[in-house]
């Protein structure tokens, strides 16, 4: 009798330890379902470019942002480490490279900064953020022309500080910020600048101000508009000024797609400078640069033609050695996204 008490007990408790059992790794699976996870991205692109109108032996270049170099030359390796929980999360944005030395100004960190989703509609985030103003990236993956624009070249980078976003409705937006001065990481003046953006239906009216610290102050618009299912109008137009001193211009981007692996764009811009205390200081430049984009899988191929064109200067040399107004290029890119 007593046997047969013990044999019922053990088979009760061998039950009761295999629903405990599966209860507990059940419970495991669910939480390491819905556990957040790291997603690691990024890009590295390199390039060859070559003066069309000069040698290359001179060394001569736009003078816009990056793809300064000729010959065979480096852009830059990005790898973004991203955390998303339910409410709040964070990115690492590191970058390697001439094109990141040029962009980040120091530590290599092109984005470092945690957000809080405080409500569907009010997002706040801290920490080192790209610029929201302009129509161009510092990424070359996202941007369709491998060289950039003089309005992005002149216009901030990247802000520190504290920004929040608010969706108004499902067309407005509206994003406040309070930063240190653009591009600058480590405050040691004391001086903060304000941004705004508002939002519509995929247009942006964007305001930057420093009180005349670095920038001034600088108006921009950027948007851009699907003509068709094939051809893309994008469009960006700016205002910068200091104190008398500053910048304007505007770009256009015409891209049309020619098959699902294939399109070709141009970029049309009219930047020009000016001082109020020196009318010689004034400058103006058109540039038109036709650029085609071939993808393979994750690799974007960009075979690129620039021509600037300067309108009251003559910066450049020419291929017979005589001063020019002009200068063309060729490059073609390869940019990998992982």
Known sequence: MNMITFSNF??????LAL?????????????????????ISGTVDAYYQTNLSSSDTDGQSFGSSFANELGFALGMANIIASYEGEKTGAV???????RGDDAVGGYNLNQLYAYWNVSEKTTLTVGRFNTFLGYEVISPSANFNYSTSFLFSNGPFSHVGLKA?????????????????????????GVYSMGAQLGYAGQ???????????????????????????????????????????????????????????????????????????????????????????????????????????????????????????????????????
Not at 10 to 15: D, H, M, P, V
Not at 92 to 98: K, L, N, Q, R
Not at 232 to 243: E, K, Q
């Open 10 to 15: 053990g088979k009760k408790i061998t039950l």
């Open 19 to 39: 629903l405990i059992f599966t209860s507990v790794a059940t419970f495991a699976q669910d939480e390491e379902a819905e556990a957040p996870k790291v997603a």
């Open 92 to 98: 690492a944005d590191v970058v390697f490279g001439p």
């Open 165 to 189: 976003d608010f969706a108004l409705s499902d067309d407005f937006s509206l994003m406040l910020a309070l930063m240190n001065v653009t591009d600058t990481n480590n405050n040691l003046t």
């Open 204 to 338: 942006y009216l964007n305001f930057y101000y420093d009180g005349g610290e670095t920038l001034g102050y600088e108006i921009d618009y950027t948007g851009g508009f699907d003509l068709s299912d094939t051809f893309f109008l994008g469009i960006n137009a700016a205002y910068a000024d200091n104190d008398g001193a500053g910048f304007a211009g505007a770009a256009l981007y015409p891209q049309i797609a020619t098959s699902d692996s294939f399109s070709v764009g141009v970029r049309g811009e009219y930047f020009s400078t000016f001082d109020g205390d020196d009318a010689t200081d004034d400058a103006g430049v058109f540039a038109a640069t036709l650029t085609g984009s071939y993808t393979v899988e994750n690799l974007i191929i960009k075979p690129e033609i620039r021509l600037d064109s300067w309108s009251d200067a003559e910066p450049f040399i020419a291929a017979d050695g005589t001063t020019s107004k002009s200068l063309s290029s060729f490059l073609v890119a390869a940019i990998y996204s992982f």
